[in-house]
Each structure stands twice: as C-alpha cells, then as structure tokens.
C-alpha cells in the first residue's frame, strides 16, 4: 500500500490545476487518470470562455504564461439577440477591463497543465490507471487500482467527470435533470473579422453561440434539442456551413468547417452533498450546468482553487478529511454553484417558454437592460468574476 496526503482521481482541467495549485505545499499527492491529454491535429473543437478571475488562478499556478498565445482570442465584447429583435450588448472598454475573457482550446489548457504536474516533486502520477474499489475508513480513504495497486490518503478528490465513479461508489446523490437537447460544436473559417465579438442567439431551435478564435475563425457551440441537432451533424459540411451561417443572420458572412461537428447531450445535474468524510468533489465532478453561459468550467477551476487555498493554509497537525474543514469548502463554493445553475436553467427555460405573449416581453427586457448601462455592466462584471 502506497500512503498519500491526498488522492485527486481525474487528471482534467479541475483535477489537474488543483494539483498544480498544491505544487508549493507539504502534501504528499497521488493523482489518477486513466489517460493523459493529447493535442488534436489542427483545432481543438472543445473551447471554453475562460473569465478573468480564473485568468488570475492559472497565472497563480503558473499556467497562463506558457500557454500559446497565438491559439487564444480575447473576447472584446458581446452581442446577444433575443426571438423577437431584442438585443443586448457588452463591451469591455465599457465595463473598464481590457477583455471580457478569453476564448482557448481545452486541450491547450489540459496538456500545459499535465505537463506542470509531471515536473511536480510533491507528486505521484498514476496513468494509465483506473480506479475499482473504494473504501473509507474513519483515518483514510483507501483506493484500489485496477493493476492490483493500492493508495491510502487522509483526503480522496473526485475530479472524474459528470459521470464520476468516485461519487458514484462514494454513494453520494446527483439529481440529473435532462434537457432533451444536445450542444453542437465545431470550429469554422469566417469570410469577415469578428473582431473579439462573442455572439448569441436565443432562437425557436435553441441558442447558438459563436465564440471567437484567433485569426477570422470561430467556435460555436449550439443547444438545440436532440432531433434538430442530429439532423444538423448528418449535413454535409457545405450545407452545415449554410445553415451555420443563415442562424447567425450572416455576420461574419461565408463559413468554411475546420472540424466535424459534434454534439453532446445537455442537462442540469445538482449534487446536494459535494463532500463527506475523506471525500471532495471538484468541477463536474460536483455540478453541472447549461453551456449557454460559458461558465462549467470556470466553475470548476474556482472549485479548485478554493479547496487548494484551504488545504495549504493547513498545519501537518490537522486532519485534511475531517467533514468539519470540508464542509467550509462546501459552503464556499455553494452560492456560485447554485447562482450559475439558476440563472442558466431559468434562462433556458424563459426562452424555450412558448406562453402567449412571453416572447415580446422578454425581448424588451432584453432592450431594456441595454439601455441600463449600470445595471448591464454590474451583470456583466459578476458573471466574468472581475468585481
């Protein structure tokens, strides 16, 4: 039996920066993964909006200045366009920051931060490994790998994924609600600049984003229900491009595909209890939300960062599983969480809503706060972390 500080199961985004993060620290750290990150040949089509506090978290763990600049857009404003002509903008110069946020490759993220871990002193690498069987005792969790090794730890992190095993055989509850639509992505070449302009659409079909990337490329990301967006991803790139385009009214004129289009099934997953005795769940792990906000896994790297703060203000002394000290995590990440996982369900939801006469009024509301400049920046600035 090999004996550890901390066990983190998942070597993801969440997984991985709460490592690095604990680089600095006396903890002795395992961390498991069943495969390391690879970089796909040209685009990566899983990007993500990272927000400028979480900018700041990976500056701290010294991600952020190895990462290739020439793959990350800054986002310079955003558009958003209701059913019915409503619309609202933000810029960043309005709102007094230098960008709203950046668009970056997952894989770009992952691979920088893998290789951070693998240069790690206070940390032990499993992969590939796969956990299968877990146990808690009242001083350790013992995990037994599938190879027959066995880790012990004061503290065990799920950092696995929506569909994590470790909360699964931890017994703890995640309440999933479906969506019935699936986020649609791809990466494209656009005939016009987008000059750091985020866009998005809230249609009849669903919302559709198109995400800035470097150069006249975008990303979109589109929640659309199931048929529609299995419908989109049979068509023929040209025909995709079309389509793509046409729901976009055309802004940034012709389309040409990067990458297949992929899509993935959508749904609200709460978890009541992200801890118990000798257990922590981070980033997906813990919860999960609509991808209309961009916010998943900001989420997580703040779930990261805050479990990381706790544990290396800890004294050699201190039990870092005791549920007591991982209930003060628990509490300190429970009002973001539950704040992004409501405003993006009722968003969703007001605007799928087909009650007579809902349309218009949330259209104008939509007008409205545009033309509220104090209230629009304050929104604008609290979803991005920069107040």
Known sequence: MQHFDLIIVGGGLAGASLAVALRDTRLRIALVEHQPPVRPAGWDARIYAISPSNVEFLESI?????????????????????DAGGKLAFSAFDTGVSELGWILESSLMACELWESAKRQANLTIFCPARPEQLEFRHDAALLHLADGTVLSARLLVAADG??????????????????????????????????????????????????????NRISIVWSTPDE????????????????????????????????????????????????????????????????????????GFQDARELAALLAATQPWHDIGDLRFLQRYQRARREETLLMQTTTDTLRRFFRASTPGLRPLRNIGLTLTDGLPF??????????GAL
């Not at 010294?62 to 366009?81: C, E, F, N, T």
């Not at 095993?165 to 699936?182: D, F, S």
């Not at 940034?252 to 993935?264: D, Q, V």
């Not at 209230?375 to 991005?384: E, G, P």
Request: hydrophobic share 45%; aromatic share 6%.
């Open 62 to 82: 010294g991600a952020w200045k190895h990462l290739d600049a020439a793959r990350m857009a800054p986002i310079r404003g955003m558009s958003v366009a209701g």
């Open 162 to 215: 929506r569909d994590s095993w470790v909360r699964r055989a931890a017994g703890l509850a995640a309440v999933n609600t479906p969506y019935g639509e699936k986020g649609l992505v791809a990466n494209f070449a656009c005939e016009k600049p987008h000059h750091g302009i985020a866009h998005q659409w809230f249609r009849d079909d669903g919302v559709l984003a198109y995400l800035p990337l470097p150069g």
């Open 228 to 299: 529609h967006a299995d419908q989109l991803c049979a068509l023929a790139p040209e025909i995709l491009c079309d389509r793509v385009a046409e729901a976009g009214g055309h802004v940034l004129g012709k389309l040409e595909l990067l990458t297949p289009a992929a899509a993935f099934a959508l749904r609200l997953m709460r978890v009541p209890q992200t801890v118990a005795p000798r257990l922590a769940l981070v980033g997906d792990a813990g919860h999960g939300i609509h991808p209309l906000s961009g916010h998943g896994i900001n989420l």
């Open 375 to 384: 209230i629009k920046n304050a929104l604008v600035r609290y979803a991005l």
